[in-house]
Every structure is written in structure tokens, then in C-alpha cells.
């Protein structure tokens, strides 16, 4: 009896097609690339043309190299020369590339230079595009902010606490040499007072250390550690303290930076591998999403999420002509600043301020009876009522300057006779009579945002920001693995970043 043998579809690799399928042939319908490429057939890429020369030999046609680069970040293809090396294996990036193969260099150059002009309004083209179909809203908006760590080294930092201790030091070790100076100089070639080292810079300590050289050469009896001192100084000070103002120019009103990448900050990462929160270089990246597509980003240096409204509203009025209706946010935008900023645009802000949700606490509230929020206000003799009954009268104003400027204006008001009070140490700590600072037009805007956020629409809101803006990110970081730069610098990360977003839009119109 014959054995049975399995049977095997024919394999020939030596077989040659009458009709070789084209790459078309070999796109599946629905697959994302076909959506890349509808898209981006549909931009204006005029702004695009313009970093080109007119002169000089051929380029590969960017409207081909953004469709390249785009599909790359849609699939989580990030570096130049896997993108490359795509061009000739990957039949989808062959499609969009119609079999031309670009090297790595000529890709990077297009992504970190031409694109460096065009990005934007092809994000903003994108944007209009998909809020036409409906999928998204300009008009409506969660905004939130997460940081992704910079392509620089984690230990070549620079902090500007540090630079102010190492002037300080300086500043001492130049008073200590010149009061030596002034002791041991003769009553006919006194030495003038030290000059003022409250602040130093380098024309101070440059004229310093040319009088004390001066004033001290050809001294008898010396001390030898003074001596020494003088040498260092007059090798290292000068050359250090230029350094010093170099980094603070740099720092601006920033704590610190990497030298690798002068525009990154180092901020604490929540997302660290080392799970203890560890200080790194990044950037602060601020969206705004609708239905978890990206409507507007902005990059900054900036760690807190509250100091970035302003520029990133203005963003929003630069790319599609006036700010959003309605914004929602989190705690962390909750100011007075941001407050006033959203009313003077006329949008509704659904905004937390920083206390919103302890105070939803029944048990907060009764832990904390004494709050200055919880005191009576007689609103005739301007004076709050203290819980024993007391009057608080006002006893002046004072105004506070933001670091971005923004001028706030407290009442302070005062107990009368604290001293002999029974609840004296459980109303407050201090050992004066109390004192409670109010900020009036913050007060209205809490109350204002209270009224949003517990009203039915803006319960609704908050539900919907929790899984529209923060899922965004999650997605972007978790699922497609995005959680450092390539590109260093503030301008190329934000193109980077703007291709990030172009194709989380391109992914979700796609699902």
C-alpha cells in the first residue's frame, strides 16, 4: 500500500508573471496608508515649495517625502534611516514613494529644515480638513500637558541656583582679598571702600582684580594663602564669570537646562522606568484635542501647565483666527491669570482652580472650618466676621507680579484681639491676630468656575476630558511608543512633535 504524502501549493521562486501586480494591486482598500495619502494629496503645500531653491540640481518632491515621513510616525517608524531603509522594503512606503529611494540624510534635512516653516499650516490644513467631515470641533476643546523627555544628556546640566551660589562664593573671596589689601596698604596709598558685591558681573570682577593685582604687587610679608587666593582669582574669575552670564542668558527665567540641548528643562518625568520620578531634560507639550484628535499643540520650556495658556490661546487665534468657545482643563490651569485670560476672549472656561476637588469632600470641609473662604463677609463696613464674632477690619492692599507679569491685587484684613480667644491655635497658627489675605476678582472667578463645573453641562464636560485629551497622550506614549525626542532644539522639536500630531489625526481617521 502506498504511503500518503501531504500535498503543498506550488513554490517556485523562479517563476516569471505574464502580468507582474502593480503596487497599487498590493494595498489592501481600507489599510491607513491609503488614508495618508488621500490627505495629503489634498494639503496645500505652497508654504512647503518655498524652502526650496529654484536653482541647483533636482530634489525628490517634498509632497512624496511628507507622505514618506507622515506614514513613518503613523506606523512608529521615528528615525531617518529605518524610514530609508523602508523606501526599499516596505511595499506600502514604496507605494508612497512611487519607488524612489531616499537616503537617510535627505530625509532628516527635510524633516529638521524644510519642514521647518510648512509644518504648521500643514498641521492646521489637516485640522480644517477632518473638522469639514465632522470628525472633530475647533470651537470646543480639552486642553491638557504631559512632558517628553529631550534627546540631551541627563548630566550635563546647569542650574541657576548653582550659578548664584558660585557668585556668592566669588563675591566673599573678592571682599575677603580686598579688605586684606586695605589693611596692609599704607595711610598715603589707602586703598579706596570695596566696590558693591551685592551683584557681581564681569566688568566688576574684571576691574576688581586689576586693582588688587595693582595694589598688591611688590608687597613685602604677603600672606602666602592670600597670595594663592589672588593668583586663582586673577586666572579663573574672569573667564568664569562670563561663563556664568552666558548660562544665565540662556536660562532667562528658567531653573535649569542641558547643555546638549540648551532648551530643554529638567522636569520630573511621572513616567520614569526608574519609577522614583528623577529629574530629566524635556519639554513641556501642550494639545488641545477634540474626540481625540489633536487640534493645536505647542511646545515649551516651562514646567507647570499654568504659566503656557497664554501662548498656547495664542496659537489657537494664529491658526484659525479666534480662540476656542469652550475650553476644558484641569487644576493646573486654574489662575487668576488664565482665568481673566479666558474671560477677556470671551471663551467658557470649564477650568478647575487648585482646591475644586477637595472641596467636593464633605469631610474636607468640615476638617477646615476656620478656611478665610468660610468667614462672613459685612460687605458695609468692608470687614469679615471672625468665628468668636469678631470684626476683621481691612488694613491695606498690596499687588503681586506673576512671572509673566500679570498684576494681582489682595486685601489683608485683621482680628482685633486674638490674645485671650478660646479658639486661639485651632482658628490659627500664628502668635499675632490673625491676618487673612483675599483676592477678590480670584474669588469671583472661583465661584464663577464652581457654578461651570457642577452644573449639568460641565459634570458632562469633566466626564468627557478624562478620556479625550489624557487617553491622547497615553496613546501617543503607550501604544505607539513615543516618549523621547529625536531632535534637539525647541524649533525642531516642534516640528517633530507636529508630525506626532498630523499622524495620531491620520490614525483616528483611519480606525
Known sequence: MALKRPV????????????????????????????????????????????????????????????????????????????????????????????????????????????????????????????????????EVNTDGTKIEANANKYTFVWKKAIATNKEKMARQLSEIWQYAQRLAADEDKMPDPPDFTSIDSGKVKATVEQLNEKLAGKENIDKKIKDKLKYVTKHYPVNIAKYEQQE????????????????????????????????????????????????????????????????????EASFGKAPEVLVADAGYGSEENYTLLEQKGTVAFVKYGMFDKEQNENYNSKHPFAPNK????????????????????????????????????????????????????????????????????????????????????IERRKKRCFDVEPTFGNIKQNHGFRRFMLRGIAKVEIEWGLIAIAQNLRKKAA
Open 375 to 458: 468667614l462672613f463677609y459685612y460687605q458695609e463696613k468692608d470687614c469679615y466676621i471672625c468665628p468668636m464674632g469678631q470684626q476683621m477690619n481691612y488694613i491695606g492692599t498690596s499687588t503681586r507680579k506673576t512671572s509673566n507679569g500679570f498684576e494681582q491685587t489682595v486685601k489683608k484684613y485683621q482680628a482685633g484681639n486674638c490674645v485671650n480667644c478660646p479658639l486661639n491655635g485651632a482658628c490659627h497658627k500664628s502668635k499675632v491676630n490673625r491676618i487673612i489675605e483675599v483676592n477678590e476678582n480670584l474669588n469671583r472667578q472661583k465661584q464663577k468656575a464652581h457654578g461651570l463645573l457642577n452644573s449639568e453641562e460641565g
Open 249 to 316: 542668558a540662556i536660562l532667562k527665567e528658567r531653573n535649569s537646562y542641558s547643555k546638549t540641548d540648551p532648551d530643554a528643562t529638567f522636569m520630573r518625568m511621572k513616567d520614569d522606568h526608574m519609577k522614583n520620578g528623577q529629574l530629566k531634560p524635556g519639554y513641556n507639550v501642550q494639545i488641545s484635542t477634540s474626540k481625540q484628535f489633536i487640534v493645536n499643540y505647542t511646545i515649551h520650556s516651562n514646567t507647570t501647565d499654568t504659566n503656557t495658556l497664554s501662548a498656547h490661546l495664542a496659537q489657537h
Open 8 to 139: 503543498f501549493k506550488p513554490y517556485n521562486q523562479q517563476q516569471v508573471l505574464a502580468i507582474p501586480p502593480t503596487l497599487e494591486e498590493l494595498i489592501p482598500t481600507a489599510h491607513p496608508v491609503r488614508v495618508v495619502n488621500e490627505v495629503i494629496d489634498k494639503l496645500n503645500i505652497e508654504p512647503l515649495l518655498e524652502a526650496y531653491n529654484i536653482r541647483g540640481s533636482s530634489s525628490y518632491h517634498p509632497q512624496m517625502l511628507l507622505k514618506v515621513v507622515v506614514y513613518g510616525y503613523v506606523t512608529n517608524t521615528y528615525s531617518s534611516r529605518k524610514l530609508a531603509a523602508a523606501c526599499k522594503e516596505s511595499v506600502y512606503f514604496m507605494w508612497l514613494s512611487s519607488m524612489s529611494y531616499p537616503d537617510h540624510n535627505t530625509i532628516n534635512r527635510f524633516r529638521g529644515v524644510r519642514l521647518k516653516s510648512a509644518l504648521r499650516s500643514v498641521f492646521e490644513d489637516v485640522v480644517k480638513l477632518l473638522a469639514e467631515e465632522g470628525l472633530l470641533s475647533i470651537e
